[in-house]
């Protein structure tokens, strides 16, 4: 038991250390309005649960999403992100602070970046559920479960810490835009669906 929970504990700190870098910026957000700490938790537990489901699925045999199309999930953290910049742009002019907020994302906006960027982890849980014990698996998905809480507690402290806000209180604005624009540019191109979909209109 204690090796499973071990294993666990590496599995998902490998597959999730990009996350704590969104949920920094999704809670750096929130200290300015939006989304609230409560839509980015449950939208973190949403998004994850789903992606632990879809893995057990295929673990057992059964394809809820061809491979070729997972990388399209890139589009969901992109579009927020180039909305959010048009948005900080068109305000730009302005001194309020709402031109930092990430309006487009709630509790079902968290859940979509979640499941967007944890996509390639359900290539790595599918083959361990797997090949694991019935009893293995429901331990690895609880100590998944506590760990996103701790995920989301170490994102909260480094977010609304008072020295991290201070000094990323000037590049905010870009920052916030910028790290969803880049994750859904990263998925697309890591998945190889912008080379797909160019062969195809080719």
């Not at 331990?139 to 991290?164: D, E, P, S, Y």
Request: proline share 3%; net charge negative; with cysteine.
């Amino acid at each position: 038991m204690l090796a499973t929970i071990g294993s666990a504990i590496g599995l998902f700190a490998a597959t999730n250390i990009d996350d704590i870098v969104v949920l920094t910026v999704l809670f750096l957000a929130s200290s300015r309005g939006k989304p609230r700490p409560w839509q980015i938790v449950a939208g973190q537990y949403l998004g994850f649960i789903t992606l632990v489901v879809i893995s057990v699925i295929a673990a057992l045999g059964l394809t809820i999403v061809p491979d070729e199309w997972v990388g399209f999930l890139g589009l969901i953290p992109l579009g927020i992100g180039i909305w959010t910049l048009i948005r900080g742009l068109r305000r730009n002019s302005d001194d309020d602070d709402d031109d930092s907020k990430i309006t487009a994302v709630g509790l079902w906006g968290v859940a979509g970046i979640t499941i967007a960027n944890g996509a390639d982890n359900i290539s790595l849980y599918t083959p361990i559920f797997r090949t694991s014990a019935l009893s293995d698996v429901a331990i690895m998905i609880v100590v998944f479960l506590i760990l996103v809480a701790v995920w989301c507690a170490a994102g909260r402290l480094i977010g609304t810490n008072k020295a991290v806000t201070e000094g990323l209180e000037r590049v905010e604005h870009w920052l916030v835009p910028a790290v969803f624009i880049g994750l859904g540019l990263f998925i697309l191109i890591e998945s190889g669906v912008i080379v797909r979909l160019i062969e195809v209109l080719a």
